[in-house]
């Protein structure tokens, strides 16, 4: 299975932004979808974002707007920009790769977000 490692989580304040990071080494095909997801304390992994390899875009409704999901081919690397960012974001973060539509890696350990008031 694709391995990646996320990256670039932290505390930060009301009204803040973070930009986490996905790499994945020589496993991504441009051809891949590729997700964003978090999971709050005592809840449910949700769908956060996907980029396609076209580059288009598609954001859960809770993000549209202060959240921006970017990818580099070249770097095999994935992006998520977070703006705006309120208490309710607080969760940890994980990529993953969507292949033949079926996500081709094994979840990793995540990125902590916290946002604090």
């Known amino acids: 299975q694709v391995q990646l490692v996320e990256s670039g989580g932290g505390l930060v304040q009301i009204g803040g932004s973070l930009r986490l990071s996905c790499a994945a080494p020589?496993?991504?095909?441009?051809?891949?979808?590729m997700d964003w997801y978090r999971q709050a304390p005592g809840k449910q992994r949700d769908w956060v974002a996907r980029?396609?390899?076209?580059?288009?875009?598609n954001y859960a409704n809770s993000v549209k707007g202060p959240f921006t999901i970017s990818r580099d081919n070249a770097k095999n690397m994935l992006y998520l920009q977070m703006d705006s960012l309120n208490p309710e974001d607080t969760a940890v973060y994980y990529c993953?790769?969507?292949?033949?539509?079926?996500?081709?890696?094994?979840w990793g350990q995540g990125t902590q977000v916290t946002v604090s008031s």
């Open positions: 020589g496993t991504i095909l441009s051809s891949d979808a």
């Open positions: 993953a790769v969507i292949r033949n539509q079926v996500r081709a890696n094994s």
């Open positions: 980029i396609l390899g076209s580059g288009t875009t």
